[in-house]
Each structure stands twice: as structure tokens, then as C-alpha cells.
């Protein structure tokens, strides 16, 4: 019984997946059992017009008292009918096989709307409370606590210097964890094919992008964590079909790479030209769908055009 609700479990994981190769396979099917149908039409349109020349030959005796024009039309609608009927017993298995195909990837397609559905939903709970906690510390500690507990600050030692730079002894700094960055998080290095071995070019190019990604932003009125991605050459992500930007909403209303975080050593280098390389942490705003509904979803309902970005760029918001 254990093993048996086990398996429906994962059969029910993978149905959108066992759904869509059953659709695909019943097409295919399909194909073939139309192109064996299609061998026996010449048949049944011969022996159809045979049938229709016999009445052709009765009617062409003149006898109308021994074959009436009632005869005639009586067995011209049979031979017609026989025959539609003898072409839809012949397609018959190709059209059920592929209504089969259809509906099961139909019926897979549904299951994975649903799905991302919850998906957003349950995140966008997620989201939520960590904003709604963030607050409650801000009104509490101050932005300077919210800022260490985000980022996960530690406390180091380095050499204190004088004037001249002598190490005259050792002094306990606040420095950020490596390992507090944010999950949206990534790092711009020589992997990545805009990166290069000048640092005032790196600068240069992420500056112009984060430019580039805030004018979009004001444009178009919001922005995805995944298209910023792509603009960046970094993979997308799952949550970056969710997450991003809105303006004029309840977030930053710009973007941010992090470039110029204060709270950041390593941010300050990279400015300073003494880095090649950084971590860009980007201030996303959140699940933003229903932030973008909120502010034209009404407008866009009644033009037709509401997310019309998501239908007319459909790669900017999948998971690669």
C-alpha cells in the first residue's frame, strides 16, 4: 500500500511531463494512421462512383415506371451516404488519436499554469513577510540594523595604521559576509563575456546597463529580475521570472546593481578601479505581478495589452 501511494505520488509529480509524451507520441500516431487511411480513399471513391454509374445506367434505360426518379435520388443518397461513412471509419482512429494528443497536452499545459500559479503565490507570500519583517526591524533598530542583518556583517581584526602607514597595532573593523549577499545575487567575472581585464571598462559597462535598466524601467513602468539578467549575459532563474522592478510602487523605484554600496569594501574597489571583478546584488521590489496589476492593470485589461511584453518576449520570463 506504501509503495502503491508512492508511486501515484510521483506519477502526480511528473503528469504534466507523462501528459505532454503521451500528447506527443498520440500526434505522431496520428500521422501515420491518416497517412494508412489515405492509401484506402481511392478505394472508396471507385466504389463510389462505380455505384453512382450503375444508377446512371438504370436512369438512362428510360424505363422511369421500373425505376422511378424516386428510386434515383433514393439510392444516389445512400451511395453518398456509404461512402462519407466509409471515409469516417477510415479516419476515424487518426481523429481520436489525435484528439487523444491535444488533450493530454492541453491537459499537461494546464497543470503547469497551475502550478506556476501557486508557485507565485506561495513566493509572493514569502516575499511579503520578509518585507513586512524588514520594516518591523527598520521601525525598531534603525535602517543601519536592517542593513547588517541583511547583508550579515561580521566583525574582523586589521592592522591599524598611523599617518605614514606604519602598523602600529590591531583594530576591530565591520566588514560584510561574503556569504550575506541576497539569492538574487551574481557574480560579474571573467566567466562572463562583457567582462574584461580593464576595470574602468567593467565599471563603464555595468554602469551603462544599470542606466539603460532604469530608463526601461521608467518607460515601460516595470522591469524583471530575468531581463536585467539577460542584458548581463547571467543565466536566468525560476525566481527571476517573478521578481523585479515597478515604478512608482512601493519599492526603491530604481535599479540597483550595488555598485555604490556603502556598506561594501569590495563595491568601493570596484569603483575605485582596484577590482575587476564584483558581486552584483540587484534591489528587487519583489513578486511584481500583482504590483504591476495594481498600477494599470485596469488600463491594460480594457486595451488589451496588459504583461503584453510577456507574450510578445516570452524567453525574458523562463526558467533556462
Known amino acids: 500500500m506504501k509503495n502503491l501511494s508512492r508511486g501515484l505520488l510521483i506519477v502526480k509529480k511528473f503528469s504534466p511531463e507523462i501528459l505532454t ?3 506527443v507520441v498520440s500526434m505522431l500516431a496520428s500521422t501515420v494512421l491518416a497517412s494508412k487511411a489515405t492509401l484506402k480513399v481511392e478505394s472508396i471513391i471507385s466504389e463510389r462512383d ?34 462519407i461513412a466509409n471515409l469516417a471509419k477510415a479516419y476515424a482512429p487518426a481523429i481520436i488519436t489525435g484528439t487523444i494528443g491535444v488533450t493530454c497536452i492541453l491537459s499537461g499545459f494546464g497543470i503547469i499554469k497551475k502550478r506556476n500559479i501557486a508557485l507565485a503565490g506561495a513566493y509572493k507570500i514569502v516575499s511579503d513577510s520578509f518585507a513586512k519583517y524588514r520594516g518591523n526591524v527598520i521601525a525598531k533598530y534603525g535602517k543601519d540594523v536592517d542593513i547588517a542583518l541583511k547583508n550579515g556583517t561580521i566583525m574582523t581584526k586589521v592592522d591599524k595604521l598611523n599617518k605614514n602607514g606604519k602598523v602600529i597595532g590591531e583594530e576591530e573593523v565591520e566588514i560584510v ?71 512608482d510602487g512601493d519599492g526603491d523605484s530604481f ?24 558581486i552584483l546584488d540587484f534591489n528587487v521590489d519583489g513578486v511584481i505581478y500583482d504590483l504591476i496589476w495594481a498600477r494599470d492593470g485596469l488600463n491594460a485589461v480594457g486595451s488589451g495589452c496588459f504583461n503584453r511584453d510577456i507574450l510578445d518576449y516570452p524567453e525574458l520570463y523562463t526558467y533556462k
Open 50 to 83: 462505380t455505384n453512382l454509374n450503375k444508377v446512371e445506367t438504370e436512369v438512362a434505360k428510360g424505363d422511369r415506371e421500373k425505376y422511378t426518379e424516386q428510386d434515383e435520388k433514393k439510392d444516389t443518397l445512400l451511395i453518398h451516404t456509404k461512402s
Open 21 to 23: 509524451g503521451i500528447g
Open 177 to 247: 559576509d561574503p556569504n550575506g549577499y541576497s539569492m538574487y545575487a551574481k557574480m560579474f567575472d571573467e566567466s562572463n563575456r562583457n567582462w574584461d581585464k580593464a576595470p574602468g571598462y567593467n565599471k563603464m559597462f555595468l554602469q551603462g546597463q544599470q542606466n539603460y535598466c532604469n530608463d526601461l524601467l521608467k518607460l515601460r513602468g516595470h522591469l524583471f529580475l530575468n531581463e536585467v539578467y539577460q542584458m548581463l549575459d547571467i543565466p536566468h532563474t525560476k525566481e527571476g521570472a517573478l521578481v523585479g522592478w515597478v515604478n
Open 255 to 278: 535599479i540597483d546593481f550595488g555598485l555604490f554600496d556603502s556598506e561594501s569594501a569590495e563595491a568601493g574597489h570596484f569603483v575605485n578601479e582596484k577590482e575587476r571583478s564584483i
